[in-house]
């Protein structure tokens, strides 16, 4: 199970902005975060996935790794604070208002799901599974507990 990150630091867009966009990523196929962020309308994805698949990239030179990308997924994906730049815009009356630019860094984690190994009977047949006990049958909701009563 091969495990990669990737990190960019000091993006300019604040750490709340970029997290919402890694929510949707969180947990999903490598695959199917890239598409995720190819249609999402902020620009922060843009830098999310050039992070991602740096991490993809990262993840391919390390050693174990199978050589498929259907089998990573996005395991970790945040959004710390960096260092935000204070600059002064000029107010009426003569006052001054503070501006504070802030600054990200995102850092994507990809993980190798394991293979799913069957288990195989001597002869090279699969074993059969057992059968699962059948659930009882119990009314949902208050709603249906009342209507068994009537």
Sequence with gaps: MVQAQATARFIRTSAQKAGL???LIRGRAVNQAIA????????????????????????????????????????????????SQK?????????????????????VAVTEKPLKVAPVAADGTPKPRKPRAAKSEKPATARAKKADKE
């Design 21 to 23: 966009v890694l929510d």
């Design 36 to 83: 995720t962020l190819r249609f999402t309308r902020k620009t922060v994805a843009r830098d999310i996935e050039k992070v991602l698949q740096s991490a993809i990239a990262n993840a391919a030179q390390k050693d174990g790794y199978g050589g498929d990308v259907e089998r990573l997924f996005v395991s970790a994906c945040y959004a710390n604070q960096g260092p």
């Design 87 to 107: 600059r002064v815009r000029p107010a009426p009356m003569g006052r001054a208002f503070r501006v504070v630019k802030r600054t990200t860094h995102l850092t």
